[in-house]
């Protein structure tokens, strides 16, 4: 049987704008300052490979040291919401959780380890 392309692909609305979702935020279990958000859940709209390669790349035109994190804070986490100087006050623990979550949930490449994650997913589903 050949894949269906609309399975492959992130939901979109008619504008062909990527859908919000809310999702178990993916935390460092070995991370004391992180296991306290387990269980939490926050809403992102997905992060494409394209814009990730552009933030980076970006980052190195540039000659201050640009946020990648918090440009994929505040452009992919839908809620809670964070605008312009509020990225300078997010605690860290929670600002990387923050980011994993958008990369894993968007297919990128994370530091925390997917099998974890998968299996806390799993578990989500299965309540369900």
Known sequence: ?????????????????????????????????????????????????????????DALKEDDEKDVDGEIIRNNCVNPSYKGDDIKFIRGPFANAIVNTILFESGLDVKKPRKKALEDKEDEFSKN
Request: proline share 5%; glycine share 6%.
């Open 1 to 57: 049987m050949v894949l269906d392309k609309k399975v492959t692909m992130f939901d979109r609305d008619e504008e062909g704008k990527l859908l919000p979702r809310e999702v178990p935020l993916v935390v460092d279990e070995d991370d004391k300052d992180q296991i306290k958000f387990k269980g939490e859940s926050v809403v992102i709209i997905p992060l494409m490979r394209g814009e990730l390669k552009k933030m980076f790349a």
